[in-house]
């Protein structure tokens, strides 16, 4: 059994001409309860203002929860910010800081929504909100939950509102792996970036994931990773530009939870992007990825020395 995080409000209304599939959470939520897997479901509430206010634009936060975001920042954000949307924009958040603290006490949990990677300071982006990343981030060592975060990103966008809004923060650590020519055109700085080329399929992403992740982690020490689950490195994505297989994404997944299973360090997974105009498709991928992180983690033990480290 392993946890996971999904409120009844992920699922919000479609906005009028919006490209998001606004029911790929619901998907995602009904084939976890279909898949006979043994799951441990919570429920979280939205995250308080004030925190979000902690790495976004005070204005900007009043404008998305009053909705009424302006029109030039919707057009970046992708759709409409209504009343329904702006609920489900500080749920998200919330989600991800229970799945943080759930993970922390068990080792693992998944967020079924979130990953809203582009969000900057001042304007959402790139069907992003809020950076629920970022405010989990900053929430968990700012109350000394944890003295180290680690935020891995592996959607094949790069991370760059996360980058931006932890950049000089004690205690965050960044490292997104992404498709160098795509979205977003102008990257920010993570701790590490590995911009990779156009049609990378499986066996080189690996090889060059584990070669630039391993000493990151080694380095940094992290107490607890945030992890950007995105399945958009898919071959037959609408808006990737790498050839992962299906295979590829389970190996991928397999290949985090191994690195952090072998150093004890705990793992909240949200979900990332994952884009196509099959929904289902796409939910499927999605929930391949939970299911093979939320396996390996049920069937794996941490390491002593580094649980030790951890609670000493």
């Known amino acids: 059994m392993f946890a996971v995080v999904h409120h009844p409000d992920y699922v919000a209304p479609a906005s009028a001409r919006s490209g998001y599939q606004w029911n790929k959470n619901g998907l995602v939520r009904d084939l976890l309860m279909g898949s006979g897997t043994a799951i441990d479901w919570h429920e979280p509430a939205p995250m308080p203002a004030h925190w979000i206010e902690a790495v976004h634009d005070p204005d900007y936060v009043a404008e998305v929860i009053e909705a009424r975001v302006p029109a030039h920042k919707e057009r970046r954000i992708g759709f409409a910010v209504t009343p329904l949307v702006a609920r489900r924009a500080q749920i998200v958040p919330g989600g991800t800081w229970l799945a943080a603290l759930i993970a922390i006490e068990q080792g693992f949990a998944a967020n079924i929504a979130g990953g809203s990677h582009h969000a900057l300071a001042d304007t959402g982006a790139g069907f992003c909100v809020f950076n629920d990343l970022a405010i989990a981030a900053v929430r968990l060592t700012d109350e000394r939950r944890v003295k180290q975060v680690l935020i891995i ?49 499986d066996d080189d992403y690996l090889a060059i994931l584990g070669e630039t992740l391993l000493p990151l982690i080694d ?87 580094r649980t030790a480290m951890r609670h000493a």
């Open 153 to 201: 990103d592996c959607d094949v966008h790069q991370g760059d509102g996360t980058a931006a809004l932890t950049a000089g923060r004690p205690g965050i650590a960044t490292y997104s792996i992404h498709a160098d020519k795509n979205f977003p055109a102008r990257k920010a700085r993570s701790t590490v970036d590995v911009a990779l080329p156009d049609g990378l399929g």
């Open 219 to 305: 380095r940094v020490a992290p107490d607890l990773i945030l992890y950007q689950a995105g399945v958009d490195p898919f071959e037959g994505d609408r808006l990737g530009r790498l050839k992962l297989s299906v295979t590829g994404l389970e190996r991928r997944e397999q290949l985090i939870a191994e690195i952090a299973l072998d150093r004890g360090v705990p793992l909240a997974s949200t979900l990332g992007g994952g884009y196509g105009l099959d929904a289902m498709e796409v939910a499927h991928r999605h929930v391949a990825s939970i299911l093979t992180l939320g396996q390996a983690f049920a069937a794996g033990r941490p390491s002593e020395g």
